[in-house]
């Protein structure tokens, strides 16, 4: 088989790898282990950072227009004059929280770092197809954080003083402050708000070498899975995070170069004087000369990576908690064909349904009928997956890892967010809670708290492979139980204060005060509510943090394979070898799933042991 | 200080209860990772408690809050969205509290019991079937009831309605009624003038925004006498900065000029009898309403909560959305028993540093008071204002 030949043409590559100095182990690296804990440690420090701009943006929120020496603390005197938080900065804060959120922690972060970690060592492969483009992937992805991150202090149309010589958009303060979403003409001019000054710029350039990075990793996994698989590893004997990083790899490959070429019109209108989103406009008593262009071509091309992003973001978690969930209830999971089904069904429909975040954009009304038949369908592979999960642990014999819990915990999420998610697709029901803290509570469900729990599950379980050791349980059941309490009594009331009209991204609710003090008075004591939990929540990561750190140095030595797992991942020594396995590579025999089956010695049998005589494989 | 102590101290007590831990665990001989079956059942406890937390939480916040804001739709189109959205709630929350229940209560129960397989149960095609096609029956109710109420809210409105626009800019709105013949007059933008705030098109209107971009403070005029005036000094900034707004300010001539030379006059006193309203849009009980929307620098959001109506507003482009108010809003007061209480348009699509405070109280009135407030009203025409001296 192919796989054979290619088995020794990549240990004759690897050969050169042999002598590693600290620049190529630690820095420079092309071992997919340590490109993927980079990627890791990159994304943690960046969800850090936006879940410290969720804080303090949730203080104006409970607290609007008190002092408070914690925002003063962070902000200065410049977004946060005399502890109250500029309107302005507000903004700021609430795009960037997102930005970072959604691209940097939940697909770098999720993608990245399990996709390369996970991909070689459970296909049975010496690394990815490519060591360089690799390595290439995770520095751009460092590079557009940094540059994310720097947006932050932009003061007067420079960073810390230092400026781009040249007209790129040297005015204005403050990072982008149009939202995640960045729709023109608000981003397209300096003019309309501080932040699409050089703050905008610094965002558009740190998208694009992103999308770069994210396109270079896609296709390094691709390839992998697709030419790299060991011997007897036949595509329906790969565990089921493997299918959900190639179909996530899939839909990035096809759905970010739309986000690019968006950021370049983009670029273009604010910088060439196009007028590809711009027309009929006069800005601050500026009439400007744009012509034939529309807001709304943006909004279809940012749309069109929109929403298979936020599938991008969710497969991996749903791959992950498959291979978490069926390790620790000892039981395979159920529907192993119906889950790769659902998950190519999930990729295919993630392309045609992104209007339904369009519905009420003034865009035909028929094409938004298209798109509510389209987004509902979604909900059948989605509903497949989570009875499948259900049913994988009745009658199993669980073992509540934190890994587990956290898996568990992404199950009732996804439920929870995904049926909101069936009033927003029904368009008529959108037009009354569209941009309102309804959708707010329905996308934080499904990804701050669903993908975000995969992701804690991911490094739980894995962490044992990452750094052979072990992080420590019960500092993990605290963990799990504070973030799960406290992120549903972040988001759980915030379906209230959205069906009761109160728009997103407000500064305060004063104007409540003009026209219903009933609502006004709920909407203040739920902010006051949902930033407790928030602050609860986000101590309670401490712990997290605490273990991870800890264990890496000081936690007990991992054995071989802690979980007793079947993929081949665990039969690899303990000590990271480059090239992974010591001897010849593994050779698979069986699916990923024979967890108690009868007649087996042991209640689990890895996909490397052959199949004893008389045993019919799954 | 506190705080950094208080974190300093409680990461240490946390490595030292974790030195414990291990000493102890390797007291025991049992390898650390394996989960000790007292925290396996802990923890499965914790999952079954959880849920009633869950579905506790769930219903009391219902109890309490699910029925304050958000108050009866008060228009046709919001009692038929009101209805849809009952029936989606009670199909989502029946999902809702099914699948929890069984996850959790799974969970619980199917704990690890020393000596006990778990049952090999790979897959049931019959049970993928059922849960395939119960789901896809269900959501075709839902894409068919969903799609008819959109087909009726975003129809085309009835032939007798009302036109009344709705302008936004940052960060305010202005309401235009379309006057004695209920016909909104044409408008562009490149017209807007202190005097004309709403870029409406009449033959003296275009004649007033030649003069203002010619001969107006910082018309072209006023521009080239900066730009050849040998006695000043300017800087190349200041120099870049006035020779780029004479171009866009040439630009606009042409295109006024144009439209000078091929204004048809007729449609002038549709545009004249226009009604230009700033304060509060006053609507009339059970009359449909056609609103048009426009933007004059970024994307807003016409947002009406309690019309259950909203829409964006796009510069460059005309929106527009349909309703009749049924409810008055003494009568809203009335019902949701508070006097104080207003309609609402709100904006609802981020647009700078104002887009919290971009709102303009909506009020409707019965029929008799409504037209008695518009016979006063339909005087003041946008001729008045325009050209008054």
Known sequence: MASVTHDHHAHDEHEHHHEEGFISKYIFSQDHKM??????????????????????????LAWPGEESEFLHFFLGDKWAPKGVLDSEMYLGLVTIHGTIMVFFLLTGGLSGTFSNILIPLQLGARDMASGFLNMLSYWFFFLSSLIMFLSLFVMNGAIFGIDIPGEWGTSGNGPAMAGWTVY????????????????????????????????????????????LRTAGMTM????????????????????????????LLLIMDRLAGTSFYLS???????????????????????????????????LPALGLSSEIIATNARKPIFGYKAMIGSILAIGFLSFIVWGHHMFITGMNPFLGSVFVFTTLLIAIPSAVKVFNYITTLWR??????????????????????????????????????????????HFHIVMGMSAVFGMFAGVYHWFPKMYGRMMNARMGYAHFWITLVGAYGVFFPMHFVGIAGAPRRYYDYSVYGTFDTESYGMIVDLNVVITFFAIVAALGQAIFLFNFFYSIYRGPVAPTNPWKSNTLEWTTPVEHLHGNWPGPLPVVHRWPYDYSKPGAAEDFIPQNVPLAEGEEEH | M???????????????????????????????????????????????????????????????????????????????TDWLLNLNLIIITAVFFLTNFLLFYFAYK???????????????????????????????????????????????????????????????????YGGADNKLGKADYKLITSKNKLGLVTEETILASIEQIEKGEEGIHKIEGQLNNNNIVLS??????????????????????????????????????????????????????????????????????????????????????????????????????????NYILMCNKICGSGHYQMKMLVEVLDEKEYDAWYKNKQKETFKASFLKK
């Open chain 1, 396 to 441: 199993g014999s669980i073992v509540f890892t934190p890994a587990m819990l956290f898996a568990i915990a992404l199950v009732s999420t996804f439920i929870t967010g995904g049926v909101t998610g069936i009033i927003l697709a029904d368009s008529a029901l959108d037009i009354a809670i569209h941009d309102t803290y309804f959708v707010v509570a």
């Open chain 1, 236 to 263: 329906t004997r790969m565990p089921l995070t493997i299918w959900a990083f190639f179909v996530t790899a899939i839909l990035g490959v096809l759905s970010f170069p739309v986000l690019l070429s968006a950021a």
């Open chain 2, 110 to 176: 199917y704990v690890k019991k020393p000596g006990v397989p778990a049952y090999f149960y790979p897959h049931n095609n019959k049970l993928e079937m059922l849960w395939t096609v119960v789901p896809a029956a269900v959501l075709a109710v839902i894409i068919i009831l969903g799609l008819k109420t959109w087909n009726e809210l975003t129809g085309p409105s009835s032939p007798n309605a009302v036109n009344v626009e709705l302008y936004s800019k940052q960060f305010g709105w202005v309401a235009r």
């Open chain 2, 236 to 341: 190349d900034s200041v120099r870049k900065a006035y020779r780029e707004s004479l171009g866009n300010k040439e630009r606009l001539l042409r295109l006024l000029r144009q439209m000078q030379a091929t204004h048809n006059k007729k449609g002038d006193a549709s545009t004249y009898d226009d009604v230009i309203v700033e304060d509060k849009l006053v609507l009339r009980k059970n009359t449909p309403y056609e609103f048009t929307f426009r933007a004059e620098d970024v994307i807003h959001s016409a947002y009406f909560p309690h019309f259950r109506a909203q829409i964006n507003t796009v510069p460059g482009l005309v929106t527009r959305l349909k309703f009749t108010p049924t409810m008055t809003t003494k009568e809203y007061r009335s019902v949701k028993n508070l006097p104080t209480f």
């Open chain 2, 2 to 80: 506190m705080m950094i102590l208080i974190v300093v101290i409680g990461a240490i007590a946390l490595a030292q209860l974790v030195r414990v831990y291990e000493l102890t665990s390797k007291l025991r001989q049992r390898g650390e990772h394996e989960i000790p079956n007292r925290d396996n059942v802990f923890n499965s406890k914790l999952m079954l408690l959880f849920m009633i937390f869950q579905f506790g939480g769930f219903i009391y916040l219902v109890a309490k809050y699910g029925w304050t804001g958000r108050g009866p739709a008060a228009s046709i189109e919001g009692a038929t």
């Open chain 1, 35 to 60: 490109i993927g804990k980079q990627f890791l440690i990159t994304a943690v420090f960046m969800g850090l950072v936006a879940m410290l701009l969720s804080i303090l943006f949730r203080i104006q």
């Open chain 1, 184 to 227: 023109p003409p608000l981003s397209a001019l300096p003019q309309a708000v501080s932040g699409s000054g050089f703050g905008m710029t610094l965002w558009l350039i740190s998208m694009a070498i992103f999308i770069a990075g994210s396109l270079i990793g896609s296709l390094n996994y691709i390839v992998t899975v697709l030419n």
């Open chain 1, 280 to 314: 009929d406009i006069m800005v601050k008593g500026q009439m400007l000369t744009n012509h034939g262009g529309s807001p709304l071509l943006f909004q279809h091309l940012f749309w069109f990576l929109g929403h298979p992003e936020v599938y991008i973001v969710l």
